[in-house]
Structures are given as structure tokens and as C-alpha cells.
């Protein structure tokens, strides 16, 4: 049974630049979850989505947006890249309905320069 | 909105002694209650979750944590911890409605040293 899968494992980009990355879920999920995780810091939740719509948006500028496809896997997508946007990016994902358990992929860690 | 306290950023202890991660919380409504673990340059590992039923939980790796709702805390405890267990261990909680998001603490560094 195949976890959480992201790609790529690893990213570098420079200031300005736009980047995507992706998000397979666990088999079975429907739901896909994105958070940010600055170095030394807990995760910070970026967006949900669920049947292709996002359902909840946390405290992130336009430039962070998403899409999920049928298959239920996910894109972030993050444009004019900031230094501060540098972090690890993990995906979660889960089965819809209230006691919804996220299970995390590795995460892909961006750099930007 | 939900918030969660570690109040330890680190905790050193001995090989194949106890240890305690406390974790507190709070909330104006009901909640679930998470512990995950990271290990380095890895992503999240789900250690155990409360949902409902008994307030004490266990998880794997031999971890399990207790739910108490007056003080609203959520520790974390190993009876005998193995060096294998360095890492850094982070509480959520998350409002018990769909489609709500984690909210995390800043996370505790255990340090387990021979």
C-alpha cells in the first residue's frame, strides 16, 4: 500500500521565479492537505482540497495557490518566489468525513536563492 | 481558533530512561488531539491520535499519551526510550468538524544520548 508520495524531493529556484510541486495521496484518500514548514518551526497549514475544490485556506498571500485532479492527486504552486518562502513543503492527505486522520508525505524542500 | 504549547523546545535524557513531552492546548470547541514524529529530513510520522473513548491512547513505538480535558494537555510518555528515538516530536489538534486543518506546536527536540 503505497504512502503519501511528493516530487521532487528537492528544489532550488531564485527570487521571482515560479515553482510547482506535487502530490500523490495515500490509496484511498480523497483529501489532500498542504503545509509549509519553516526550519525550526511546526508546520503551517497552506490550503485543503477535496472533489477539486478548496474547502480551507489558512493565512498564505495569493501567490501560494493549488489544484487537485480527479485521480485526488494535488499541485502547489507558489509564483514570485521570496526568499522566505524557502522551507520544506509537506503534503497530507486523508479520507473526508470527521475524524479524518492526515497521514504526511517526505515533503520537498525548496530553496530559493 | 485552536493553538497548542510545547513548552520544551528540547529534552535530553539517558538511554532507557522515562521521558514526558507535555503538550497543552487550547480551544473553544471540541477537539482531536495528534502526536507526530520527524525525524531528520523526513516528513511527518502519525505516533498515536485521541479521538473519542478512553484518555489514554497508545501509539506505536511503544509511546502513549494521556487526554485530559480539564487541564487541557495531551503529554506524551515512554516508559524506556531508545537512542533511536532522537527526533523531534510535534502535538496537533484539530477541530472535530470535516475539513479542518492541524494545528501545530512549535515542536520538542528529544535528545537521547547512551
Known amino acids: 500500500d503505497a504512502g503519501v508520495t511528493q516530487s521532487p524531493t528537492h528544489l532550488i529556484k531564485t527570487r521571482g521565479q515560479q515553482v510547482t510541486l506535487r502530490c500523490s495521496p495515500k490509496s484511498g484518500h480523497d483529501t489532500v492537505s498542504w503545509y509549509q514548514q519553516a526550519l525550526g518551526q511546526g508546520p503551517q497549514f497552506i490550503f485543503q482540497y477535496y472533489e477539486e475544490e478548496e474547502r480551507q485556506r489558512g493565512n498564505f498571500p495569493d501567490r501560494f495557490s493549488g489544484h487537485q485532479f480527479p485521480n485526488y492527486s494535488s499541485e502547489l504552486n507558489v509564483n514570485a518566489l521570496l526568499l522566505g518562502d524557502s522551507a520544506l513543503y509537506l503534503c497530507?492527505?486523508?479520507?473526508?468525513?470527521?475524524?479524518?486522520?492526515?497521514?504526511f508525505g517526505p515533503g520537498t524542500r525548496l530553496t530559493v536563492l | 481558533a485552536q493553538s497548542v504549547t510545547q513548552l520544551d523546545s528540547q529534552v535530553p535524557v539517558f538511554e532507557e530512561a522515562p521521558v514526558e513531552l507535555r503538550c497543552n492546548y487550547s480551544?473553544?470547541?471540541?477537539?482531536?488531539l495528534f502526536w507526530y514524529v520527524q525525524y531528520p529530513n523526513q516528513g511527518l510520522q502519525l505516533l498515536l491520535k485521541y479521538l473519542s473513548g478512553s484518555t489514554l491512547v497508545k501509539g506505536i513505538n511503544g509511546f502513549e499519551a494521556e487526554f485530559n480535558k480539564s487541564q487541557t494537555s495531551f503529554h506524551l510518555r515512554k516508559p524506556s526510550v531508545h537512542i533511536s528515538d532522537t527526533a523531534e516530536y510535534f502535538c496537533?489538534?484539530?477541530?472535530?468538524?470535516?475539513?479542518?486543518?492541524?494545528?501545530f506546536g512549535t515542536g520538542t527536540r528529544l535528545l537521547v544520548s547512551p
Open positions: 496537533a489538534v484539530k477541530e472535530n468538524t470535516g475539513f479542518q486543518k492541524l494545528v
Open positions: 480551544s473553544s470547541v471540541s477537539v482531536y
Open positions: 497530507a492527505s486523508s479520507l473526508a468525513g470527521v475524524q479524518d486522520t492526515q497521514y
